[in-house]
C-alpha cells in the first residue's frame, strides 16, 4: 500500500511542459485593446443617467430660481437683516 | 527566457504595450503550465492564465522593480489562483471526471508507457486520476503550494515568495499536504 501511495504521489511529478496554443496566445495579447475599449466605453444607460442627473440639476436650480424670484420680498427681508451691519460701516 | 526586471521597467516607461507583449512572450507558457497544474483542465488553465495576465496588464504600473519580474509574476498568478479554485472550482466538477489523458498526449506528446503497452498507460491515467482527486480535496494553501513545488518544480523559497509567506511556512504546508494526500489516497485505495 505504502510504495503504491508513493508511485501515485511520483506520478504527478512527471507530467511535460504544455505549450501555449496559438489561440490563447491571440487572446493573450489583445488583452491592452479590450482593456482600453472597455475603459472607453460607457455602457449607453450610464449615459443616460449622466444626462438625466445633469438636466434634473439643470431644472432643479431653474425652480428655485423662479421661487425665490417671486417670493422676493422674504428673501430680501432675511439679507437685509444679514447685511445691516454693512450700513453701519 | 527571463527579463531582467530593471530593463523591463525602462521599457514599461517608453512602450507599456510593447513591455506588456514582452511578458507575455516570456511568461505565457510558464504561467499556464502552473494553471493546468493547479486545475488539472485545459479550457480552466486558459481561463485561469487570461485572468492573470489581464491582472498584470491592469497592474502593470505598480511593478516597482524591487523583487524578481518572475516573482512578482508568480504572486500575482497565485493570488488569482486562490480566487479561482475558491470561487470558480469548488463543487463545479471533480478533477478526475474532466483529466484527459488524451489531451495531454496530444498537446504534448506525452507518453506514460515505457514501451507504449496500453496498461502502462491505463495504470499512469489511474494514477494521475486518484492524485488530482487527492490533490482537490487539500485546503487551498496546501493545493497550492503542494502544486508549486512538487508538479510545477519550483523551490521552496520561491513558493514562499510566491504565496508571501515564511519559509518554514511552505514546510509546513507541505509537510501537511503530504500526509493529508497519503490518507486521502490509502482511503481511495481502500474503497
Same mark, same amino acid.
Given at each position: 500500500?505504502?510504495?503504491? $501511495?508513493?508511485?501515485?504521489? /511520483?506520478?504527478?511529478?512527471?507530467?511535460?511542459?504544455?505549450?501555449?496554443?496559438?489561440? #490563447?496566445?491571440?487572446?493573450?495579447?489583445? $488583452?491592452?485593446?479590450? +482593456?482600453?475599449?472597455?475603459?472607453?466605453?460607457?455602457?449607453? *444607460?450610464?449615459?443616460?443617467?449622466? +444626462? =438625466?442627473?445633469?438636466?434634473?440639476?439643470? +431644472?432643479? &436650480?431653474?425652480? $428655485?430660481? @423662479?421661487?425665490?424670484?417671486?417670493?422676493?420680498?422674504?428673501?430680501?427681508?432675511?439679507?437685509?437683516?444679514?447685511? *445691516?451691519?454693512?450700513?453701519?460701516? | 527566457?527571463?527579463?531582467?526586471?530593471? &530593463?523591463?521597467?525602462?521599457?514599461?516607461?517608453?512602450?507599456?504595450?510593447?513591455?506588456?507583449?514582452?511578458?507575455?512572450?516570456?511568461?505565457?507558457?510558464?504561467?499556464?503550465?502552473?494553471?493546468?497544474?493547479?486545475?488539472?483542465?485545459?479550457?480552466?488553465?486558459?481561463?485561469?492564465?487570461?485572468?492573470?495576465?489581464?491582472?498584470?496588464?491592469?497592474?502593470?504600473?505598480?511593478?516597482?522593480?524591487?523583487?524578481? @519580474?518572475?516573482?512578482?509574476?508568480?504572486?500575482?498568478?497565485?493570488?488569482? =489562483?486562490?480566487?479561482? $479554485?475558491?470561487?470558480?472550482?469548488?463543487?463545479?466538477?471533480?478533477?478526475?471526471?474532466?483529466?484527459?489523458?488524451?489531451?495531454?498526449?496530444?498537446?504534448?506528446?506525452?507518453?506514460?508507457? %515505457?514501451? &507504449?503497452?496500453?496498461?502502462?498507460?491505463?495504470?499512469? /491515467?489511474?494514477?494521475?486520476?486518484?492524485?488530482?482527486?487527492?490533490?482537490?480535496? #487539500?485546503?487551498?494553501?496546501?493545493?497550492?503550494?503542494?502544486?508549486?513545488?512538487? @508538479?510545477?518544480?519550483?523551490?521552496?523559497?520561491?513558493?514562499?515568495?510566491?504565496? %508571501?509567506?515564511?519559509?518554514?511556512? +511552505?514546510?509546513?504546508? @507541505?509537510?501537511?499536504?503530504?500526509?493529508?494526500?497519503?490518507?486521502?489516497?490509502?482511503?481511495? #485505495?481502500?474503497?
Amino acid at each position: 500500500m505504502e510504495n503504491r $501511495i508513493d508511485e501515485i504521489l /511520483k506520478s504527478g511529478e512527471q507530467l511535460p511542459k504544455l505549450s501555449v496554443s496559438d489561440q #490563447l496566445l491571440n487572446r493573450l495579447t489583445q $488583452i491592452p485593446s479590450q +482593456v482600453s475599449s472597455q475603459i472607453r466605453t460607457l455602457p449607453r *444607460s450610464v449615459k443616460w443617467m449622466l +444626462v =438625466a442627473g445633469i438636466a434634473s440639476i439643470v +431644472v432643479l &436650480n431653474t425652480l $428655485i430660481m @423662479l421661487y425665490y424670484r417671486n417670493n422676493s420680498g422674504s428673501s430680501g427681508e432675511l439679507s437685509n437683516m444679514y447685511f *445691516s451691519y454693512l450700513n453701519q460701516l | 527566457m527571463e527579463i531582467e526586471g530593471n &530593463n523591463w521597467k525602462e521599457l514599461l516607461g517608453q512602450d507599456k504595450e510593447k513591455a506588456y507583449r514582452l511578458l507575455v512572450s516570456a511568461y505565457a507558457e510558464k504561467v499556464y503550465n502552473t494553471c493546468y497544474r493547479l486545475t488539472f483542465h485545459e479550457e480552466d488553465a486558459e481561463d485561469l492564465t487570461q485572468e492573470i495576465f489581464t491582472a498584470i496588464y491592469l497592474s502593470i504600473d505598480s511593478y516597482k522593480g524591487d523583487s524578481k @519580474l518572475s516573482t512578482w509574476i508568480y504572486s500575482l498568478t497565485v493570488n488569482k =489562483a486562490k480566487e479561482f $479554485i475558491r470561487y470558480k472550482l469548488r463543487d463545479k466538477r471533480s478533477a478526475s471526471s474532466t483529466f484527459s489523458l488524451d489531451w495531454l498526449k496530444e498537446s504534448t506528446g506525452y507518453d506514460a508507457s %515505457d514501451e &507504449n503497452n496500453p496498461l502502462d498507460e491505463v495504470i499512469q /491515467k489511474e494514477r494521475l486520476e486518484l492524485l488530482f482527486a487527492a490533490i482537490e480535496e #487539500l485546503p487551498d494553501n496546501q493545493r497550492i503550494a503542494y502544486s508549486l513545488n512538487k @508538479l510545477d518544480g519550483l523551490s521552496y523559497g520561491e513558493v514562499a515568495e510566491s504565496m %508571501d509567506i515564511s519559509l518554514s511556512s +511552505v514546510e509546513s504546508l @507541505l509537510f501537511r499536504a503530504k500526509q493529508n494526500l497519503k490518507k486521502s489516497l490509502e482511503k481511495k #485505495l481502500k474503497d
